[in-house]
């Protein structure tokens, strides 16, 4: 791949078997929002049917109106939920790049009103929400963005994720279907990040040695 961004017919050849491909990171990395606008564009220019969906607030972003990098910072999703890298410039440039090429995106996270309410289990309501989406034309594949748990295909912690919700759930429209899981991994660099001193720009030496 000489440019994530872009379509790329090895990308596609490799994906077109699957109904769903979701993408798992740590938020505030630039590297997978940039993947997934050239999975896309891969699966687009072939004429495949998709749905983008993204983990931001199912109220955060108004996209009847088109919207530029400075309007895009009014939006409750970048302003109004609690900073922990999807309000990242990487997240906003994928945002006015997938509305340039006309992709059909929806935002899968709870609404601004649930903000904080640790009654739910919060999983279980994005596969919900992506299920119910999907209910509407089972024709589209879905490329999904989250974080690099909900798209974890086992429990983690003992705990089911979106992933195996989308798998197991009886009513699931993607029950019994091929779903590509993608965990991002990263080497040394920087990012701005939720850790446990908070939300900042910092420097990481990454998840994967062996590269």
Not at 36 to 64: C, H, Q, R
Not at 149 to 158: A, P, R
């Amino acid at each position: 791949m000489k440019d994530r961004k872009e379509a790329n017919d090895s990308v596609y050849a490799a994906l077109k078997g699957y109904k769903a491909v979701l993408i798992g990171e740590m938020h505030g990395t630039k590297e997978p929002p940039e993947f997934l606008v050239g999975i896309v564009k891969s699966l687009m220019k072939n004429g495949k049917k998709v749905v983008v969906a993204l983990e931001l607030p199912s109220d955060g972003i108004d996209f009847t109106k088109s919207f530029s990098l400075e309007e895009l910072k009014k939006e409750p999703a970048f302003y109004g939920m609690s900073p922990d890298g999807r309000q990242s410039i990487a997240w906003a440039e994928m945002l006015i790049e997938l509305q340039k090429i006309k992709a059909e995106v929806i935002c899968f996270d709870l609404g601004m009103h649930y903000k904080g309410d640790r009654k739910l289990h919060h999983d279980s309501m994005l596969f919900e929400n992506i299920n119910e989406y999907l209910k509407k034309d089972t024709a589209k594949m879905l490329v999904a963005l989250s974080g690099n748990i909900s798209n974890m295909i086992g429990k983690y912690g003992g705990h089911k994720t979106m992933a195996y919700f989308m798998l197991n759930e009886k009513k699931s429209v993607l029950k019994g279907k091929s779903i590509l899981s993608l965990n991002h991994v990263y080497g040394k660099g920087s990012t701005h990040n939720w850790l446990n001193d908070g939300y900042k720009f910092r420097e990481v030496e990454g998840n994967a040695p062996f590269y």
